[in-house]
């Protein structure tokens, strides 16, 4: 794992550029302003998936309970939701480096602050409901608060200047990658740190933040006068030619997050393992889910001339079985495919449904659509742990067959619905 580790780290920029390379071949200077762009987004989400893998082992030393970390989680989440929008809209109207140092900054302080905290608490210096609510408003709300301003951001900047439906697929594509193995790194690196002790990852969270705003601030180029929007709109989530592209997303993301939440449980339940055996085949799975939806994402989709419409279709299809085998995934070999075929499904169906949306809105709309799209998956991780525990604690096959029925309407729903069938031209 260690090897893992190494290589991950010293290839991530190179990994960036390559995926970058492969769709912003149409520009030399979009080359470079996209690889920095994504580049900026890997630190930033880095920042925050080192926090993964130690939280339990923290909440303990901490003296928390399990669901003051889930109330966190949640807080951030609603967070996020509330302000992606303000964010995009934001980033039209100021510019997107503007919003992006204002937004690191303060995740930047928020990082710092949770190490403090999370210090003080592991010495026994502070405890109970102050410990509590410094944790919230840390990690809770400043941080979702601040990180919400990325990936709406991000989208903007590419969609606002990238007209064709291709060319943003693989643009988008190739952030939702960079998503992805932010997540598999930080969890790497976040399990390799804590051998020092929890406080080392802690401490790593704020300094990737930090070298991700130093990289920001001496090489991406602000915006030109006239790529500002004076007053950009604000997009409704009922609006028509979003709502059909949100229905479908927020099924997506409610699903996707209870096999996120759950399956720890699962794993642990059904092949009756002990707590450190089910955290190592616990992290192979999302491991494996991670890694294949990356593929997908940044090799697969740049290079199928599949549209957003068909990406979405096949992926709610690709999902909705995923989640079948999940409830009969009594083996390794039936987990093991399940994760596979999640993967995949959640690497065609998220390029579709972020860029499905950006194709009806001219460039003034595009930072309202980022962060309705943003907003729509933060309100999903904010149900998403609170309902799905609950059922599992009900029956634990229930969150599984909802899920799956979810998952089945959204495919259905894409394969009927005018908007979700046809191919419309990008609107000026």
Known sequence: MSDELLGAQGDAPENLTAVAG???GSSPAAHGQITLVLLIMFLAYLGQMILNPIIAPLARAMGLAEWHIGATISIAAVALALLSQFWGRRSLRIGAKKVLITAMTLAFFALCGFAVVAQL??????????LVAAVMLTRGLVYGGSIAAIAPTVQAYITSRIRGEKERLRFLGAAGAVQGLAAIIGAVLGGALAVGGLIVPLTAMPIMMLIGLIVLITMMKPYTADQVVEEPPRISFLDPRVFPFLVVGQLLF??????QILIGFVIQD?????????????????FVIS?????????????????????LRFGMSGMTVAMVLFIFATSYALLGAASIVMGIGFGLALPGYTTGPTLEMNASEQGGVAGVISSNSGWAYA?????FTSLYG???????????????????????????????????
């Open 22 to 24: 492969e769709v912003a």
């Open 121 to 130: 608490g592991m010495k026994g210096l502070w405890a109970g409901l102050p």
């Open 254 to 259: 409610l699903s996707f997050s209870a096999v």
């Open 270 to 286: 059904r092949f009756e393992l002990d707590a450190s055996s089910t955290a190592s085949v616990t992290a192979v799975v999302m």
């Open 291 to 311: 890694i294949v939806m990356i593929a997908i994402q940044g090799g697969l989709v740049p290079r199928i001339s599949w549209d957003a419409r068909k990406l």
């Open 383 to 387: 149900v998403a742990p609170v309902l």
């Open 394 to 428: 009900w029956m634990p096959m229930i969150p599984f067959i909802i899920g799956a029925a979810l998952l089945g309407f959204g495919a259905v729903f894409t394969m009927i619905h005018p908007l979700l069938r046809r191919n419309p031209a990008v609107v000026e």
